[in-house]
């Protein structure tokens, strides 16, 4: 048995980890996976490839080793911090990118092969039930630290939306559950396993995508969408280029919601001609075996 080692911050939502596990466990059933957040210290030797996700890893330890741009920095600074990490981090054996914009941003020129890899989804969202008496008429779910517009949207529902249910799955930063947690008409759910997520995504009707207009925010992927997709949710989303890129390229009619959130109601969303796109091919199996980042083995 071969061992690989996926380096991470534990803070960190990863839920490509578990697809690749499920899709080594299935291709290369003689790899044996662990996770650094599993085992704390650790010796580089005692494993064939060491998986990083960027990060730093200024040492460039291992047999084999993998360096993984799964996004690119956050604001204040961000092309800074990237030009740094490009700067200090070691030459490894391979790289994997989350997509093109993120390696262009990155600019490495040093022959290191590189790899595409956007995010998947798992089958699980695409069994959820089509036909669904909703609990909530919209959730939200997925990372909430994306500055003021989060809480400004929560506003606009406590103060303009009271008649419509929102579920917020995840983990809030403590100011905005403190400013909201009393609002009758929103539900904080907390984080939960990834395998609960299409569950819970089955008890809304609307899928609510809240991304700020921002770089590096505006050109990554919002795996929440694609999973609102799956589950057959109608998505109701801030409009801003992924967005757009993403209803071209995918089909579908999504509702894109004005900067002040003015042209949010229930009428509004009844009127509108929803259509689902088609993300059927960006299953985790699919992403990952088009994207050849395991090739090596």
């Known amino acids: 048995m071969s061992k690989l080692l996926f380096v991470r911050q534990p803070q960190s939502y990863l839920p490509e980890i578990q697809a690749y596990k499920d899709y080594l466990s299935k291709h290369h059933p003689n790899i044996e996976v662990f996770e650094s957040t599993d085992i704390g210290a650790y010796n580089e030797s005692d494993y064939d490839i060491i998986w990083h996700f960027m990060g730093k890893d200024v040492r460039g330890k291992g047999n084999y080793v993998v360096h993984e741009y799964n996004s690119l920095s956050m604001q204040p600074?961000?092309?800074?911090?990237?030009?740094?990490?490009?700067?200090?981090?070691?030459?490894?054996?391979?790289?994997?990118f989350?997509?093109?914009?993120?390696?262009?941003?990155?600019?490495?020129?040093?022959?290191?092969?590189?790899?595409?890899?956007?995010?998947?989804?798992?089958?699980?969202?695409?069994?959820c039930p089509t036909q669904r008496d909703p609990g909530f008429d919209f959730i939200l779910a997925g990372g909430l630290s994306r500055g003021p517009l989060i809480k400004t949207a929560l506003e606009y529902f406590d103060q303009n939306m009271r008649g419509a249910s929102l579920l917020i799955v995840g983990d809030p930063p403590s100011d905005l559950r403190q400013s909201f947690e009393g609002s009758k008409n929103i539900s904080f759910y907390g984080r939960v396993p990834y395998s609960d997520i299409p569950r819970l995504l089955s008890q809304a009707r609307y899928g609510l995508n809240i991304m700020p207009d921002l770089y590096p925010f505006n050109r990554q992927t919002a795996t929440k969408v694609q999973e609102y997709a799956a589950a057959q949710l109608k998505?109701?989303?801030?409009?801003?280029?992924?967005?757009?890129?993403f209803e071209t390229s995918h089909g579908g009619n999504v509702f894109k919601?004005?900067?002040?959130?003015?042209?949010?109601?229930?009428?509004?969303?009844?009127?509108?001609?929803?259509?689902?796109?088609?993300?059927?091919?960006?299953?985790?199996?699919?992403?990952?075996?088009?994207?050849g980042i395991f090739s090596f083995l």
Do not use: C
Request: cysteine-free; glycine content about 4%.
């Open 77 to 96: 600074l961000a092309t800074l911090k990237d030009l740094v990490k490009k700067a200090i981090n070691a030459k490894p054996d391979q790289r994997v």
């Open 98 to 127: 989350l997509n093109q914009f993120v390696q262009t941003k990155f600019g490495f020129s040093d022959g290191v092969p590189s790899y595409l890899r956007d995010m998947g989804i798992d089958e699980r969202f695409f069994e």
């Open 235 to 245: 998505i109701v989303t801030t409009d801003y280029q992924w967005i757009q890129e």
């Open 257 to 291: 919601l004005a900067p002040d959130f003015s042209n949010l109601s229930m009428e509004a969303l009844e009127q509108h001609q929803f259509s689902m796109p088609d993300v059927r091919h960006l299953t985790w199996e699919q992403i990952i075996e088009d994207s």
